[in-house]
């Protein structure tokens, strides 16, 4: 069980299949869980997966585990990530795992674990994580049955998308992951003329890997978007919570100028709202929400991590630049690519302008993307002290929230430690070239040796 400790990361459990991630371990997982919600007064789960090769085998092993500890559990089946949030709030069950990687390559896979309307994370998941590895199992006769829920799920994203008159050509691209399964009769349904690239499901993800933040996944995209002259194109990662969007124009709308145009529409609705700004998003966007009359913030990277705070304060929207976007003033709150794009074909389809002429009014600025550093696990932390310090002495404006975040009067640059994988995350924003040179070079300087590619 000394595997366990690697697999189980701050916001979900995931390593490589066979290796990290066994079955044996699998079932211990779903007894702790079993374990942990018995005794919170639980008697019920619920499962799903997506469309990776070893979901299935990891979905029976998880079920075997929940019902030996007494657990009554409803198989979903194959479904991506937000029809599983959907699947709690319907049954009015507090508990479940789904079995996906997310966007990790193929030869990966983990568990997401919701619990009484949230992602758990950190200590929670620490605890799931000591009844494992004592074995301090409950001990039952649960029972498993299927249930299907897709259409269920399909009827309510319909009912709250109803987009206006104009007829929107949209290009999609799933990258073969478990999105392509359910967006097309959705847009169907919508009145769009959907054009699909990749859209079959294939767990070998032979054409590119179903993740929208990489700019190399969004080429084929970009082209048919180009070719078949869409008014947007609309790419989703494997387990369907994150979105990519490429404009009219063939450029790529990142998550931070994406919330632009959700905030446009929702702050006047909420005016003084708290508006959670995740530490990646460009500036553009800060300036923004104050312009809208919001009250912007910075806090932590990380779906649960974010969820748990809309909660906290109540909020009505935020969203990260990995395309998670989290709907709470006419959703549930949870991150759904699928619900997202709805949202953003709704303001599409009430103008008449151009979704690149939407943004046209935003100041210029020159942003890097996310840039992902390779570094070992155990030299992260003190890698962003090392950046901490050397920033801090270019300026005192520092956000510490989440890694260091060191803002300058022409832009700023950001160092924080990955949640995920072995890697830093590195990324900077100036108001012109010059700007955007400098600030990179001061981030390079503070990360030295470590190479910035």
């Known amino acids: ?51 990776r090769k070893s979901s299935s085998k990891l979905l029976d092993c998880i079920t075997e585990g929940l019902c030996s500890t007494g657990i009554d559990v409803i198989n979903i089946g194959m479904v991506i990530t937000p029809i599983f949030y959907y699947s709690i709030i319907y ?3 507090n508990a479940g795992i789904m079995v996906t990687a997310s966007h990790n390559p193929a030869q990966y896979n983990g568990f997401k674990i919701q619990y009484m309307g949230r992602t758990l994370y950190g200590a929670e998941l620490q605890e799931i994580k000591k009844i494992a590895i004592n074995k301090e199992f409950a001990k039952g006769n649960g029972s498993c049955k299927n249930q299907s829920i897709s259409e269920f799920y399909i009827n309510m994203i319909t009912e709250k998308i109803r987009l206006g008159g104009r007829k929107l050509k949209v290009a999609i691209d799933a990258g073969n992951g478990t999105a392509g399964l359910f967006i097309l009769p959705i847009l169907e349904r919508l009145g769009c003329e959907a054009i699909p690239i990749y859209c079959d499901s294939n767990p070998d993800f032979p054409n590119h890997f179903p993740d929208p933040t990489r700019v190399e996944n969004m080429q084929d995209l970009f082209k048919c978007v180009k070719e078949r002259q869409a008014d947007v194109g609309l790419g989703f990662d494997g387990d369907g919570d994150r979105l990519g969007v490429i404009d009219d124009k063939g450029k790529i709308i990142w998550g931070d100028k994406l919330m632009v145009l959700f905030w446009r529409e929702i702050l006047p609705k909420y005016p003084k709202s708290d508006a959670i700004v995740e530490v990646k998003c460009s500036d553009v966007l800060v300036e923004e929400i104050k312009r809208l009359g919001g009250k912007p913030f910075f806090y932590k990277t990380g779906h649960s991590l974010i969820k748990a705070k809309m909660k906290e304060l109540n909020a009505v929207f935020t969203g990260e630049m990995s395309g998670h976007m989290f709907f709470a003033d ?16 709704r303001i599409l389809s009430n103008t008449d302008s151009a979704l690149h002429e939407l943004l046209a009014d935003l100041p210029k600025s020159y942003a890097s993307p996310e840039i992902r550093v390779p570094c070992p696990e155990q030299e992260k932390a003190s890698y962003v002290e090392k950046a901490r310090k050397e920033l801090s002495h270019i300026t005192s404006d520092i956000v510490d929230v989440d890694g260091v975040r060191a803002r300058f009067e022409d832009g700023w640059g950001l160092v924080r430690a990955s949640n995920t994988g072995p890697e830093l995350i590195v990324r900077y924003e100036g108001k012109s070239a010059e700007a955007i040179s400098r600030i990179r070079k001061a981030i390079e300087r503070s990360l030295h040796p470590l190479k910035i590619e």
């Open 1 to 51: 069980m000394d595997r366990i400790d690697k697999i189980f990361k701050e916001y979900d459990i995931r390593g490589i299949y066979g290796e990290e991630l066994t079955d044996e371990i699998a079932i211990a997982i779903g007894k702790a869980f079993g374990t942990y919600i018995k005794l919170k007064g639980e008697a019920k789960a619920i499962v799903g997966m997506d469309n």
């Open 91 to 93: 049954y009015n069950i």
């Open 330 to 345: 006419e959703y549930f709150g949870y991150d759904d690519a699928i619900y997202a794009a709805g949202r953003l074909l």
